[in-house]
């Protein structure tokens, strides 16, 4: 089967039983995840798990009779080092393209077990293993290049717009027939030699990781980082099928498994299916009409004084978006809702799931500036409640509450479910500019002619100008 | 050394039967994991997703064993340079996954403890 079990003095199934209580243990620390609380003891948990594997893992391999094994031990330092340093004070405005990063690098190790189990190191040379190694190796591959492709859009070291190259479908398409040819051609053996196979095996998916995530555009981003996540579960899990290695099997699966969740449940929030995101169905909709419509009531507008208003409020609630994160403005609302909190109103905020560049990332930010997680509500516990407060500060979101797509039709954002911040009475908008969003549809509020107070440019000015006058 | 290879060819012969074993474990661990994670709420799904993916990392087990194979294979300079970066990658992820995920749910936490 593989070293671990032909070295192993004690019997196979100490074995299995280990790896049972360690999954057992990844279990519980998961379904801690699901309150606050816990969820921190729940983290812990897992990643003590990981230790005991990893250890267990040293010990069945008999790693002092290995030569040289001390290289193993600084290679594990090392990664351990690197890891630390890389994050123990990163900032949470880089948390998006950690994330996308990070999956990227366990995407990478992934591919390099499935390399090495191609060869018959690690894993058997039958039909099954051989196939599930190619498997690994793609999967592992793909979700390498695709996570740094992502993170760099995340990060803005290359563009966050969606890029489409000339015969953009073809090209994906034949890449996905060629990735199958080599599955079937590691079987059939008509490329004689092991070595090129894998050579030729890592260029084809690391193009098509490059190719399907260069025209996903930055706010598909929480679909495509779910996506990468749940990859590098399943790179994983195939990787252990390859060298029988329950852990990694049942672990990645269970990851594979969250992955595809939230990539559900952020295509369900856009109103999206998965796969027209893959294919680039995104953002360039009809938006004439509504453009139009926009300019020729601007002048109709009667604002509304912010600081009159939120002087009297009683009752407030914020919508957070994308637009915040850039600006890094969450501890200025932080600041304004406690002066708002001092005058005796109620703050609350309302959080949309796809407001940012990642599943929740609005929390995270909201979080950081000391908001209590008490405040922030799901978009479904909160829409009810527009119509009564007093008033609704948005700060740098667009798309998840513009009222056009409950009825514009034929554009990107219509039949998503949004915020119902157009049913309060009174709106304050501390957005960049008056143009549409990511999704390219005009926003009605804006041209609403009462009860609105736009406050244009990088919302930490606006909001630092509002906050000296209250 | 007989014994041994007996040991072998009765491996040979469930190693199609533990196939199926692991595909089922890989479906099962999939629906029970799809059914544990419908219960995070939103609020935390970046940290969810932040904690799935350094246990993502659990690759490591397979870069560490791959990396003993290919040195008991006589293939050690291959075998450290490939299985040695697979190492360090894996514990990039691992370390760094959890590391981030216990510090953005420290400052969740944080202010519930206020509240109590």
């Known amino acids: 089967m593989n070293n671990l079990f032909l070295m192993f003095n004690l019997p196979e199934w100490v074995d299995y039983i280990v790896s049972g209580v360690l999954i057992l243990v990844v279990l519980i620390g998961i379904s801690l995840m699901s309150k606050v609380k816990t969820a921190k003891l729940g983290n812990r948990l897992s990643a003590l798990a990981m230790l005991l594997a990893i250890i267990v893992t040293l010990i069945n391999a008999k790693i002092f009779t290995i030569n040289n094994y001390w290289i193993i031990f600084i290679t594990i330092i090392l990664g351990t080092v690197l890891g630390f340093l890389w994050t123990y004070r990163i900032k949470m405005i880089q948390m998006p393209a950690l994330v996308a990063v990070l999956n990227g690098v366990g995407g990478a190790a992934s591919a390099i077990v499935g390399g090495f189990a191609l060869f018959g190191i690690g894993a058997g040379t039958d039909t099954f293993s051989v196939i599930t190694s190619m498997l690994a190796l793609i999967i592992g591959v793909i979700t390498f290049w695709g996570s740094l492709v992502a993170g760099g859009k995340l990060s803005n070291v290359i ?312 | 050394m007989k014994e041994q290879k007996k040991q072998w060819e009765c491996k040979g012969d469930i190693m199609e039967l533990i196939q199926y074993i692991l595909v089922g474990v890989f479906i099962v661990s999939t629906i029970v994991g799809y059914f544990l994670i419908n219960n995070v709420p939103s609020l935390l799904h970046t940290p969810l997703m932040s904690g799935m993916n350094a246990l993502s990392g659990i690759t490591i087990v397979g870069a560490l064993l791959s990396t003993v194979a290919a040195v008991n294979a006589d293939k050690a300079i291959i075998g450290f340079i490939f299985g040695g970066l697979a190492i360090i990658l894996a514990m990039i992820n691992v370390v760094g996954g959890f590391t981030v995920t216990d510090r953005m749910l420290r400052m969740f936490s944080k202010k519930g403890d206020k509240h109590e």
């Open chain 1, 159 to 470: 563009s966050s717009k969606p890029t489409v190259l000339p015969l953009h479908k073809i090209i994906t398409a034949l890449l996905i027939i060629l990735m199958l040819a080599l599955i079937v051609d590691s079987v059939v053996g008509i490329i004689p030699n092991q070595l090129i196979l894998l050579i030729v095996t890592v260029v084809i998916s690391s193009l098509f990781g490059i190719v399907f995530t260069i025209r996903v555009g930055g706010a598909d981003m929480p679909i495509t980082i779910s996506l990468l996540n749940s990859l590098s579960g399943v790179a994983g899990a195939i990787a252990g099928l390859a060298t029988k290695n329950l852990l990694l099997v049942s672990i990645g699966g269970i990851i594979g498994a969250s992955g595809l969740l939230l990539t559900q449940v952020m295509c369900k929030a856009m109103n999206r299916s998965l796969l027209d995101i893959l294919l680039g169905k995104t953002t360039t909709g009809k938006k004439a009409e509504f453009v139009e419509e926009a300019k020729e009531s601007q002048e109709a507008i009667e604002e509304i004084d912010p600081v009159a208003v939120l002087k009297d409020a009683k009752d407030v609630i914020i919508v957070p978006g994308y637009g915040m994160a850039i600006a890094q403005a969450q501890h200025l609302v932080k600041q304004l809702a406690d002066k708002l909190i001092e005058q005796g109103a109620t703050v609350k905020y309302a959080v949309h799931p796809v407001a940012g560049r990642m599943p929740g990332h609005m929390n995270v930010l909201l979080s950081e500036a000391n908001v209590d997680y008490e405040d922030l509500y799901e978009m479904e516990d909160i829409n009810s409640q527009f119509k009564d407060a007093d008033v609704t500060i948005v700060i740098g979101a667009n798309d998840v509450l513009n009222p056009a797509a409950r009825n514009a039709q034929g554009t990107p954002i219509y039949g998503m479910p949004i915020l119902n911040v157009d049913q309060c009475k009174n709106i304050i908008i501390f957005n960049y500019d008056l143009k549409p969003g990511y999704a390219g549809v005009n926003n009605p509020i804006y041209s609403r002619k009462q009860g609105v107070s736009l406050n244009l440019g990088n919302a930490a000015d606006t909001l630092a100008e509002i906050l000296k006058k209250i």
